[in-house]
């Protein structure tokens, strides 16, 4: 899939110069603001001179700003716009919500357009036919790991969740060939999640990862579910990449239980009985 314009900037901002960095940061901050604004205005708001952006243009393949604005503008009217606001220091509460709410949402409608079904279809198949499935993750994708169990036990799977290192090493070391182990991992550069994967795979069990593409846990993963997110992990714990691995869980789920059909309605009926006399009457 083809990526727009504002996903582009996004991805090339480190290998810009300085100057055309405030120019693309600028644009991904007011995206819509900018996107029909004149040289000057862009030039001003950004604190550059009119030739830094014509050379930022340049550095992204268009002549000029009035074709890169023609086509940038032309890429938030049609599919998904790439929003990524960067939060600051003085944004009210009203701007704060407003971008927190904007970047969740924009991240899962790309999330959906980049759905490669064929794997999830995959993904969906392994879990269904598991002896066991387990889902590990560390710090908050082991909370996403901990929502994944939360839902698959209920379609009465034996699964387990963990997000100890030394748990999950041990774990992995028992799983084979008719099991499943689902990796989450927002950088999926984690040492943890790593090791255990690879000892995973060793004994022949069948990997799924949620994770960016182009990381060494999608390179090992048999089964990958791309969750490709831009937000600013060093001033806050990922948010919006939570928000996508959680909607994938979701997919994975509902996916099983259709699969599964009447096998996963009685057990799920089941664990609603078992809580209905434990809801207050009030």
């Known amino acids: 899939m083809t990526k727009s314009l504002p996903a582009r900037i996004a991805q090339d901002l480190a290998t810009l110069s300085a100057a055309e960095r405030k120019v693309g940061q600028l644009l991904l901050d007011r995206t819509h603001d900018v996107a029909h604004a004149a040289l000057g205005d862009v030039a001003r ?36 716009p790439y929003v990524h606001s960067s939060l600051n220091a003085d944004d009210g509460a009203g701007v704060l919500a407003a971008k927190v709410m904007d970047n969740a949402v924009s991240a899962l409608l ?36 901990q929502d994944a169990q939360h839902k698959f036990f209920r379609f009465d799977l ?30 999926g550069r984690s040492r943890e999640i790593l090791d255990a994967v690879r000892l995973a795979r060793r004994n022949r069990c ?19 579910l791309r ?20 909607a994938l869980i979701d997919v994975l789920a509902l996916g099983v239980a259709l699969k599964r059909g009447k096998e996963a309605s009685r057990s799920l009926e089941k664990t609603k009985k078992s809580l209905r006399n434990r809801r207050s009457s009030l």
Not at 55 to 76: E, H, N, T, V
Not at 115 to 127: E, K, N, T
Not at 210 to 221: E, H, Q, R
């Open 158 to 187: 034996a699964t387990a969740a963990y997000s100890d290192s030394h748990v999950q090493l041990m774990a992995a070391s028992l799983l084979g060939p008719s099991d499943v182990l689902v990796a989450i991992s927002h950088s």
């Open 206 to 224: 069948p990997v799924v990862a949620i994770t960016a593409s182009g990381t060494p846990l999608a390179d090992l993963a048999g089964v990958l």
């Open 45 to 80: 708001l950004a604190g550059v001179s009119e030739p830094t952006v014509i050379r930022f243009c340049r550095s992204m393949g268009y002549k000029g700003w009035p074709d890169f604005k023609i086509q940038f503008a032309a890429g938030l009217m049609t599919g998904v």
């Open 110 to 145: 790309r999330a959906r357009n980049d759905i490669q079904a064929g794997q999830v279809d995959a993904a969906i198949g392994l879990i269904s036919r598991a002896r066991r499935v387990e889902f590990y993750g560390v710090g908050n994708s082991g909370i996403v790991a």
């Open 227 to 246: 969750a490709d997110t831009q937000e600013d992990t060093e001033l806050y714990s990922p948010m919006i990449s939570r928000l996508v691995h959680l």
